[in-house]
């Protein structure tokens, strides 16, 4: 059998090529989104919500976002209001009015999320204020938009 002889570039070749694998394996596992998860509070208001829909939500109900397919979080408290329209006056000018059969919703929602420069990530998904959602709460679905998010 012969002897194979190594010489120091083929040891600093080996130890890149090992690199590189190493590396490469990490990419493709990625990153889970978990990495620096802390306690967040999204508020989330609904101006229009059938009054039907709006009584089935309940502290503790699971929150889901519809278009991402992923858990929010649970609802932390839930306060209805009267349901919010805007229409024209003679003036041309919008007027808030109330809309029977309706309510407002502002939701408090408890999420594990990961902090970013314009919000928060949740499971990867980005949520900054402002964000319309489509939600699915409890046994409801209700649309609305991020009204503020607080550690």
């Given amino acids: 059998m012969k002897k194979i002889k190594l010489n120091i570039i083929d040891y600093i070749l080996i130890v890149a090529f090992i690199g590189v694998i190493c ?9 889970d989104g978990d990495e620096g998860e802390q306690k967040y509070v999204l508020s989330v208001y609904c101006e229009e919500v059938p009054d039907f829909a709006a009584k089935l939500i309940r502290n503790g109900d699971k929150v889901s976002d519809e278009g991402k ?17 805007y229409v024209e006056d003679e003036e041309g000018k919008l007027k808030k009015k109330g809309k029977e059969g309706y309510n407002s919703v502002l939701l408090q929602i408890s ?3 990961v902090p970013f420069e ?10 900054s204020v402002g964000h ?12 609305g938009r991020i009204s503020d998010i607080k550690e």
């Avoid at 590396?23 to 990625?30: M, N, Q, R, W």
């Avoid at 397919?69 to 329209?85: A, H, M, P, Q, R």
């Fill in 111 to 113: 999420s594990d999320a």
């Fill in 118 to 127: 314009h919000g928060v990530k949740i499971e990867g998904n980005r949520y």
């Fill in 23 to 31: 590396f490469v394996g990490l990419k493709a596992l990625g990153n």
């Fill in 69 to 85: 397919n992923i858990t929010l979080g649970n609802v932390l408290s839930v306060k209805l209001s009267d349901g919010v329209s």
């Fill in 132 to 143: 319309s959602v489509v939600l699915y709460v409890g046994k409801a679905k209700i649309s």
